[in-house]
Nanobody, 126 residues
Framework: QGQFVESGGGSVQPGGSLRLSCAAA????????IAWIRQAPGKEREGVLC????????YYLETVKGRFSVSRDNAKNTVYLEMSSLKPEDTAVYYC???????????????????WGQGTQVTVSS
């Protein structure tokens, strides 16, 4: 852990939306790829998506395509995860992090971060 702070999680009903923020501690975050992963209770960690420099999104989960999107505000050293049409199976702790200083996302969403945040809880329930 160390270089990132996630926020924006909460409880929403199915079909709802949330925007998660990932604030990087350093001013060079726009230079490297940043990814979102999630971990639900009792389940393995899974990669959600990753954003490269230059901007390109790599989706690791087919189930979030069309529902989740990502953007970067380099002036704020922040990456946003926009989540819509949320489902109960999206319930998890969401973490953001990097894979060293690589600008390229790994092909495998299971690759380990070298730095990440404390996570933010997302709960989707009626």
């Amino acid at each position: 852990q160390g270089q990132f702070v996630e926020s924006g999680g909460g409880s929403v009903q199915p079909g709802g939306s949330l925007r998660l923020s990932c604030a990087a501690a350093d001013d060079n975050s726009e230079l490297y790829a940043i990814a979102w992963i999630r971990q639900a209770p009792g389940k393995e960690r899974e990669g959600v998506l990753c954003v490269e420099n230059p901007f390109r999104v790599v989706y690791y989960l087919e189930t979030v395509k069309g529902r989740f999107s990502v953007s970067r505000d380099n002036a704020k050293n922040t990456v946003y995860l926009e989540m819509s049409s949320l489902k109960p199976e999206d319930t998890a702790v969401y973490y953001c992090g990097r894979y060293g200083y690589s600008a390229v996302c790994p092909g495998n969403g299971r690759a380990p971060f070298d730095s990440w945040g404390q996570g933010t809880q997302v709960t989707v329930s009626s």
